[in-house]
């Protein structure tokens, strides 16, 4: 399978001088097992490039099939889908998966796109749309890809994924806190004040860990969040999301073969990421890992496993 | 009035090499008075990078206070508000005026962008600062720190977004951003609204061959403003809002025509960019 990065950016899309090489679209993940339909994992901003390449082909011809799995509805990871031209072409189908809360999920979206916030509803798109509701330990197939999916420590309600095709498999986990100091279940707007966990959430916490190590284990790529330095972590737990350290953990524990660090701070330079990447590497070399490390760009794509 | 272009692109931020030099945020305007008071015009993309700019001055205090200028809720509008800093520090004050048949039902619009599906701040009742939401008043003048406003409801695809005219001291600035003008162009009513500008920032989305496969979508070509500035007599047009797929070659021959056009006529031509600064 090839896996091909469209956007690597948290929180809010960021053009401009700073961001041009790592890129400023927001989360969009292309997995393209051998010779099947593409497996898209969220929908930011980068979903539109994304959409324009896939109508050089058959999306084009409304005989296009692709499926897109969105971790959570926080804007930054599906502001991209009323922009995504597949949609707009009749006889493509779209297979939209996602855990759902308070909402069935094609209510989520139909709000997303529905006036005052954007012209053209939902129900007016050409496209054949079909959404799926997951709850957490979901297993599922798409073509010869097996699912599988595990709950993160983020507000409200977020997942992260397993892909195994092609005899690889790739995780996608973003956007997530540490399993450390609180649990996102409930949630926060004040920063609460870390130290002491009741027991019930240290156990829930545990458990959590255990259950993104599961699904980590053994892959060929994670994929995980690192939006935060230690010191913007310390300052915003609440936010949900990790530091490098935080990757290396899982991945070390997990034993995956790469790391990609993803979900960059909107406001981190190209030059501040060089930096980063280059202390995790140094790092985890000294910390004896065998472990290749990337951090995601635009256009960043490695091929996993098996490929004709 | 100083005018500066914070986020200049529409519907969707674009970034990439492509759109370096005009800047792929989505719109935002401020306007600074000449007594220093501050107005936004629009809570695009470009509303966070104003917004860390001034945390260096008195909104980092919690001494801050500004009006905010809304056209319309579509989301290229509205995007910037969660990540706009001063709005999380306990002092600072805010006033957004934009389109509602209440100030109630603008006010729920803005919620709804916060809904936890969407954002993790959840409600704007977890906004420091204090954020006023008011219906503008259409047709009538109202007072927003120090300038003289009016506002102005015009067509934009199935829905309307408002203009904005800026009065200070008999110097004029229309904000005209999401104009979808009939197929005959600019209509009497808007020119009238335009009439004398001395900075007419106009919707500028489209070349008229993509605005002729996509009227539905209620955005200007170039030649719609260029019309509108002509008919209007303003001094100077500022095009505005070009569209996410038009690389920065793409604007500046949208901006060569323009001044083809209107260079006879004397009206100066300035292309919005970002970080560019315009005084009136």
């Not at chain 1, 935080?246 to 330079?269: C, E, Y």
């Not at chain 1, 190209?270 to 930096?275: I, S």
């Not at chain 2, 801050?64 to 509008?77: K, V, Y």
Request: aromatic content about 8%; glycine content about 10%.
């Amino acid at each position: 399978m090839k896996v091909r990065f469209w956007g690597v950016r948290g929180s809010i899309p960021v053009p401009g001088r700073s961001t041009n090489r790592y890129g400023g679209n927001t989360s969009c993940v292309e997995v393209r097992p051998a010779g099947e339909a593409p497996i898209i994992v969220d929908a930011g901003t980068g979903i539109r490039r994304l959409g324009k390449a896939l109508m050089e082909d058959a999306f084009a011809a409304g005989k296009g099939k692709a499926s897109i799995l969105i971790s959570h509805t926080h804007w930054d990871h599906v502001q991209g889908l009323p922009f995504f031209s597949p949609l707009y072409r009749a006889g493509n189908q779209i297979h939209i998966f996602a855990r759902q809360r308070d909402l069935h999920l094609e209510a989520v979206f139909s709000q997303q796109h529905h006036a005052p916030y954007f012209p053209v509803p939902l129900s007016a798109m050409q496209a054949d749309m079909h959404f799926h509701e997951l709850i957490e330990g979901a297993r599922f197939n798409i073509g010869r890809a097996r699912i599988t999916c595990a709950r993160l420590n983020h507000p409200w309600v977020a997942i992260a994924y397993r892909i195994d095709v092609d005899r690889a498999a790739v995780v996608y986990c973003s956007d997530t806190a540490p399993f450390t100091d609180l649990l996102l279940g409930r949630d926060f707007i004040e920063a609460p004040k870390l130290g002491t966990l009741p027991p019930p959430v240290r156990e829930e916490l545990d458990a959590m860990r255990a259950g993104v190590v599961a699904l980590a284990r053994g892959a060929d790529l994670l994929i995980y969040d690192t939006q935060f330095t230690p010191a913007e972590y310390t300052s915003r737990p609440h936010w949900g999301h990790s530091r490098p350290d935080d990757a290396l953990d899982i991945a070390r524990t997990a034993k995956v073969k790469a790391l990609a660090l993803f979900h960059h701070a909107p406001m981190r330079s190209d030059e501040e990421n060089d930096a980063i990447l280059a202390a995790v590497r140094e790092s985890s070399r000294a910390a004896g890992d065998q472990l290749a490390i990337h951090s995601a760009y635009e256009g960043l794509e490695l091929t996993l496993g098996d490929n004709p | 009035m100083k005018i500066r272009f914070w986020g200049v692109r529409g519907s969707i931020p674009a970034p990439g090499p492509e759109t370096i030099r005009y800047g792929g945020n989505t719109s935002c305007v401020s306007v600074h008075t000449a007594s220093g008071a501050l107005v936004i015009i629009d809570m695009g993309t470009g509303l966070m990078h104003l917004g860390n700019t001034l945390m260096a001055g008195a909104f980092g205090k919690g001494g801050g206070r500004a009006s905010i200028l809304l056209s319309h809720t579509h989301w290229d509008h509205i995007q910037g508000l969660g990540f706009f800093p001063p709005v999380f520090v306990n002092g600072n004050q805010f006033v957004v005026w934009g389109p509602g048949n209440s100030s109630a039902q603008l006010e729920g619009i803005l919620e709804g962008q916060m809904d936890p599906n969407f954002s993790p701040l959840q409600s704007l009742k977890n906004f420091s600062a204090r954020f006023d939401v008011r219906a503008a008043p259409l047709g009538a003048t109202f007072g927003a720190e120090g300038l003289r406003v009016t506002a102005w409801e015009h067509p934009h695809g199935a829905t309307t977004a408002l203009a904005f005219r800026l009065e200070e001291a008999g110097r004029v600035f229309v904000y005209a951003s999401d104009v979808g003008y009939p197929e005959t162009g600019p209509t009497g009513d808007a020119i009238e609204f335009y009439r004398g500008a001395h900075v007419l920032l106009h919707d500028s989305t489209y070349r008229p061959d993509d605005q002729a496969t996509r009227r539905n979508r209620g955005f200007s070509s170039y030649e719609d403003a260029c019309a509108a500035a002509a008919a209007a007599e303003v001094e100077r047009l500022v095009t505005f809002h070009y569209d996410q797929d038009y690389s920065d070659d793409d604007v500046d021959q949208i901006v060569a025509a323009c001044r083809r056009t209107l260079a006879p006529r004397g009206i100066t031509v300035v292309p919005a960019r970002e970080g560019d600064e315009l005084e009136i």
